[in-house]
């Protein structure tokens, strides 16, 4: 179901896409979060390729590094966690994010207990103290560290909750990567980069698709 939703939206991304080169070529915000705690996180080493690529695509980007925090864990009881400084501070950035990129390890055939908590911190609504909207229609697109080629699939669960809660739009060319996949010296492959080259592009073309269409289905709205 969440392939044959997300080429639903590449489809139409292509139907929206800008009509003129100056709207292709104008920055878009693109936030990319890295969710690893680990200090020799292959996942970290995917964020800063992709940010590294979307840079020399003329784009913004804000790189978010979990490791810089120091997030509570989410508490569904008195909701403390919320009123913390430095979720209020996750928020912010991720809202003003035209499109995310995650770049999350994956333990036990799921995404890192980290990358569940931030998602939990910031897409649902606790009193006033968080909007709930920082992910709202946002483009994503996801990349995954594995310990195995087994784990494929493996954060689809969570895409398909952030589809239902937040009403992302996943991009489908996601990059998974194993091992084999680094050298002796945390060096990313060449063929594995070109994979995070490939998404990154598709990421910008689905954002500036869609923000350019939602602009003119808003202009003639009545």
Not at 13 to 32: G, L, N, R, T
Not at 66 to 81: F, I, S
Not at 95 to 113: Q, W
Request: hydrophobic residues 45%; aromatic residues 8%; neutral net charge.
């Amino acid at each position: 179901m969440i392939r044959f939703l997300s080429i639903v939206f590449l489809a139409l991304a292509f139907v929206f896409s800008p009509a003129d080169a100056s709207q292709k070529e104008k920055p878009i915000h693109f936030v990319v979060i890295s969710c690893s705690l680990n200090p020799k996180s292959h996942s970290a080493i995917l964020a800063q390729q992709a940010v590294k690529d979307l840079k020399a695509q003329g784009q913004e980007v804000d790189l978010i590094d979990l490791r810089d925090y120091n997030l509570p864990m989410t508490d569904g009881n008195d909701g403390k966690a919320y009123e913390n400084p430095q979720v209020k501070e996750l928020n912010q950035r991720i809202e003003k994010a035209d499109g995310i990129l995650i770049a999350s390890p994956i333990y036990l055939n799921s995404v890192a207990a980290s990358t569940k908590n931030m998602a939990e911190l910031t897409t649902h609504k606790h009193k006033d103290i968080i909007s709930g909207k920082a992910w709202k229609n946002k483009v994503v697109g996801f990349m995954g560290a594995s310990g195995g080629k087994f784990s494929l699939y493996a954060f689809f669960p969570f895409i398909n909750s952030m589809m239902i809660d937040s009403k992302i739009v996943f991009v489908p060319g996601f990059v998974m990567t194993t091992r084999e996949d680094f050298d002796a010296n945390e060096q990313l492959s060449k063929a594995a980069g070109e994979r995070v080259g490939d998404l990154t592009k598709d990421l910008v073309h689905m954002t500036s698709a869609l923000k350019v269409g939602r602009t003119e289905a808003n202009s003639i709205a009545p």
